[in-house]
């Protein structure tokens, strides 16, 4: 048992992404060639991980994948990036979690999501994680796992006074209600916060709405990213939402520009506690931003050594 401490831990999914490229979408029953194929590390859990630890925090991992090749190459891809793997589970039972992903010339796609070994992470892999969760900091959960273990996590580490991230992704519109009390922050998009709240939001002002209709269900904090735009920002002991702005960059891959926001945002939260919620937010806009000018995922989150000082 590792009586390591940790700045983050990431409670979530594990995805290898397989990607090809074709002129069309292929139709029902049909064989088309495509022109490119890669293969990629993804999962909203890993991606948040993978940036957080980029920044410099010690993060550790709980999740499951396959006893295959892709699990191998993925507990891998943790040491890597310095992300600690003692709860990184390999099950024989289900293949490691897959993303394959059909593009088009004109940028449309085709996603077949199989999660595979994610949904066996379970209450028992938790229980062997509670002594590390009692010693982190920073706790981030989001939904492509079984939302109940996601749910289990979250008040484990409240019960313990680890701070929380929930990160309602993808959206589902029957979110259990306890997930807004067991957030210390409550993080999502436009279209997660429109699918959660019901009503439209385009704009910094909707946003702005949504954010308070979100926080009177009992989070802490909530925030919701509006790509180009930055961020909404609103805390319950503050009444007034904030709009945190960023400077808009041409986007050339926005692939994963909200995991690296929320990974940038645990990094903060655990390295500088007493930051105001506001600031963190702006330095994890301009994480995000960085992300966004490079093609790919994981491979578009920016090293600290990479960044302006004065993001430290
Ligand atoms: P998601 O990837 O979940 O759709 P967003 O599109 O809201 O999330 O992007 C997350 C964050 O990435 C934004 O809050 C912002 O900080 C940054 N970002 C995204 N697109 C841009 C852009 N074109 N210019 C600058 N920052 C961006």
């Given at each position: 048992m590792t009586e390591k401490a940790f700045d983050v831990m990431v409670v979530g999914s594990c995805m290898t992404d397989m990607v090809s490229q074709t002129p069309r979408l292929p139709k029902a029953g049909e064989t088309i060639h495509g022109f490119k194929f890669f293969i990629g590390f993804g999962g909203k859990g890993a991606n948040q991980c993978i940036q957080a630890a980029r920044l410099g925090a010690r993060t550790t991992m709980v999740c499951k994948v396959g006893k295959d090749v892709f699990g191998d190459n993925y507990i891998q891809n943790f040491k890597d990036n310095g992300v600690h793997t003692d709860f990184v589970g390999q099950t024989p039972d289900a293949a490691t979690g897959t993303a394959s992903i059909i593009v088009n010339n004109a940028g449309e796609n085709a996603i077949v999501i199989v999660a595979g070994a994610n949904m066996l992470l379970d209450s028992v892999d938790l229980q062997e994680a509670l002594p590390a969760i009692t010693r982190s900091k920073v706790l981030v959960c989001q939904l492509e796992i079984n939302p109940q273990i996601s749910l289990q996590a979250l008040r484990m580490a409240q019960k313990n006074k680890v701070k929380t991230i929930f990160n309602?992704?993808?959206?589902?519109?029957?979110?259990?209600?306890e997930f807004y009390t067991a957030s210390d922050v409550f993080c999502c998009n436009e279209s997660e916060a429109e699918m959660l709240t019901g009503s439209v939001v385009t704009n910094v002002e909707e946003a702005r709405g949504a954010a308070q209709e979100l926080l009177k269900r009992g989070c802490k904090s909530v925030i919701i990213t509006l790509g180009p735009q930055g961020c909404v920002v609103v805390q319950a002991q503050e009444s007034t939402s904030k709009h945190v702005p960023t400077t808009a960059v041409k986007a050339i891959d926005t692939t994963g520009a909200g995991d690296s926001f929320i990974g940038a945002l645990a990094f903060y939260m655990a390295h500088?506690?007493?930051?105001?919620l506001e600031e963190m937010t702006y330095r994890a806009n301009q994480v995000a931003g960085v992300s966004v000018?490079?093609?790919?995922t994981q491979t578009s989150f920016p090293i600290r050594a990479g960044l302006p000082a004065d993001l430290f």
């Open positions: 309602p992704a993808p959206a589902s519109p029957d979110l259990d209600p500088y506690p007493t930051m105001a000018q490079a093609v790919g």
